[in-house]
């Protein structure tokens, strides 16, 4: 059984802008990107940024994505409209500042709701350091978790999900690995809060993706899953499966195995070469889709299952190969 619904990021339709707006000129508008998302072939979700992405009027902003026949999954907070955030959004050491980035999150959430979405991913980008003896850790905790508190506490129906990542913008980022965002879900206790997991910021974060996602299911609740791929060093957004196809496979079997029904999500990066994004989106599709039907096939096979028990590396890769190449 392959997932049913896909759901990209939307500022990947701005690659390559002349195969599909020959006459344009500037960039294209965020309305313009979701038309272009909505040719191609299986995509049925966007996720949008906020405030980048969303109006004074997100109902009928979600309306009009409607009407192209796509539905909105959710939206994604983006801490740039204030300078003074790259010192911190939940951890600036301003008090006005951090509050400022904490409502704003509030009205992403109440956006989020009147467009019918359920989700509000927070990636707490800037909130981390740069330096020995840049910040109280503990002081600087505290207010990461006050703040994560506050705003799943503004909307307790809507899912709150922590997004993690090692680094970039800062050299080190507080919520940087799942055991550590794990840790703050458990300090802020707070029944709405959940994890997004990245693919490619697991494994520059030295996870193993398939491993890491069973843990957020054990401890909290796995609330969004980014595919990508990269080799590991920095958040590449490559097409899914390009680099560690293996790894992809068993990440697809694991939220298999533990129940995970939401919608997957291309972090990509069509635009940064270039890419026909359309086309690019369509392979990461049916990559996917491929990867989930051998998925299935191996939840059903009781051999994996024994080998797994045995912990039979030899025979566990016999039986991925027969499944991924064929047999000899």
């Known amino acids: 059984m392959t997932s049913s619904r896909f759901a990209t990021r939307l500022n990947s339709f701005g690659s390559a802008p002349a195969l599909f707006w020959p006459d344009l000129k500037g960039k294209p508008s965020m309305m313009q990107m979701a038309e272009r998302a909505a040719t191609v072939n299986g995509l049925t979700d966007l ?23 796509l ?9 740039y409209t204030n300078p003074e955030f790259k010192l911190g959004a939940f951890t600036n050491p301003d008090r006005i500042v951090r509050q400022e980035a904490i409502d704003l999150t509030k009205r992403g959430i109440d956006a989020a ?6 989700l509000m991913t927070i990636w707490l980008g800037q909130d981390g350091f740069d330096y020995n003896f840049q910040l109280d850790y503990a002081r600087a905790w505290d207010m990461e978790i006050e703040g994560i508190r506050e705003v799943a506490a503004h909307d307790p129906e809507c899912q709150i999900s922590i997004e993690y990542k090692p680094d970039e913008p800062r050299a080190h980022s507080l ?24 693919f490619a910021h697991s494994l ?53 195995r533990d129940g995970y029904t939401g919608a997957l999500y291309f972090d990509t990066f069509p635009d940064l070469s270039g ?54």
């Open 175 to 198: 919520l940087r690995d799942a055991a550590t965002t794990l840790l703050a879900i458990a300090d802020a206790g707070s029944p709405n809060l959940g994890v997004t997991m990245d």
């Open 204 to 256: 520059y974060a030295g996870e193993q993706p398939a491993f890491a996602a069973h843990l957020i299911h054990r401890r909290s609740k796995l609330l969004g899953v980014h595919l990508n791929d990269g080799y590991g060093k920095r958040d590449d957004g490559l097409m899914v499966g390009a680099v560690h196809m293996r790894s992809t496979l068993e990440l697809l079997h694991q939220i298999r």
């Open 71 to 79: 539905s909105v999954n959710g939206l994604a907070m983006r801490y």
């Open 47 to 69: 996720d949008l940024n906020y405030p980048d992405h969303v109006g004074e009027e997100p109902s009928h902003l979600a309306r009009r994505i409607g009407d192209l026949g």
């Open 113 to 118: 709701r009147a467009m019918g979405a359920n």
């Open 275 to 328: 890419l026909d994004p359309v086309a690019e989106c369509e392979a990461n599709i049916a990559t996917v889709n491929r990867l989930s039907a051998i998925a299935d096939r191996l939840n059903g096979d009781n051999r994996l299952g024994e080998a797994l028990g045995r912990q039979n590396a030899v025979a566990s890769q016999r039986i991925v190969n027969e499944a991924l190449i064929g047999s000899a």
